[in-house]
T-cell receptor, first 111, second 114 residues
Framework: RKEVEQDPGPFNVPEGATVAFNCTYS??????FFWYRQDCRKEPKLLMS???SGNEDGRFTAQLNRASQYISLLIRDSKLSDSATYLC????????????FGQGTELSVKP | DVKVTQSSRYLVKRTGEKVFLECVQD?????MFWYRQDPGLGLRLIYF???????EKGDIPEGYSVSREKKERFSLILESASTNQTSMYLC?????????????FGPGTRLTVL
């Protein structure tokens, strides 16, 4: 079983739609959680950290459920420029602070 | 802005060749990482380094070695390239006080081994 699992998609949605990505992680000792964004043929870039209380950054909302070991990312009013692959990432300080990446969920926003 | 550069965007090598992938960061970061990215598998950590001349194995170190002689430079070495090492290779760096947190990635090197 992969340590971080995501639905690979692709998710094809119209502009303006709300889309949600889910991610589960297997190591209950994981301590930090992130969403990275990767555009086609580009490097990953940090989109947002995920906090226990949930957090929002504009149209993006991230949630964490430690009991279920589940992370989510919600994108509201999606734009064409949101088309990318979204990577769920977890970290456990006891593993030397290594980041563990999910395989990513591809999003395609159509006009 | 942090800048992480990699020596080549695209590289084609033959089986058995020795391959060097170079990574340089300009923000005086202590931590540097090498990943490979393959479809359906995501990013997997090959090696990382928290200091000059220091290296630690990641999750898939077999067939690879690394060198960190200077703080800003972290090299990945394929001693004898094989076709299953065809992949996208990504280098990343992060500051010491936030070891695993925000990592800054280079643009990647797409390596093809024939």
């Amino acid at each position: 079983r992969k340590e971080v699992e995501q639905d690979p998609g692709p998710f094809n949605v119209p502009e303006g739609a709300t889309v949600a990505f889910n991610c589960t992680y297997s190591n209950s000792a994981s301590q930090s959680f992130f969403w990275y964004r990767q555009d086609c043929r580009k490097e990953p870039k940090l989109l947002m950290s995920v906090y226990s209380s949930g957090n929002e950054d504009g149209r993006f909302t991230a949630q964490l459920n430690r009991a279920s070991q589940y992370i989510s990312l919600l994108i509201r009013d999606s734009k064409l420029s949101d088309s990318a692959t979204y990577l769920c990432v977890v970290m456990n300080y006891n593993q030397g602070g290594k980041l563990i990446f999910g395989q990513g969920t591809e999003l395609s926003v159509k006009p | 802005d942090v800048k992480v550069t990699q020596s080549s965007r695209y590289l084609v090598k033959r089986t058995g060749e020795k391959v060097f992938l170079e990574c340089v960061q300009d923000m005086d970061h202590e931590n540097m990482f090498w990943y490979r990215q393959d479809p359906g598998l995501g990013l997997r950590l090959i090696y990382f380094s928290y200091d000059v001349k220091m290296k630690e194995k990641g999750d898939i170190p077999e067939g690879y070695s690394v060198s960190r002689e200077k703080k800003e430079r972290f090299s990945l070495i394929l001693e004898s390239a094989s076709t299953n090492q065809t992949s996208m290779y990504l280098c990343a760096s992060s500051p010491e006080d936030r070891r695993g947190l925000k990592q800054f990635f280079g643009p990647g090197t797409r390596l093809t081994v024939l």
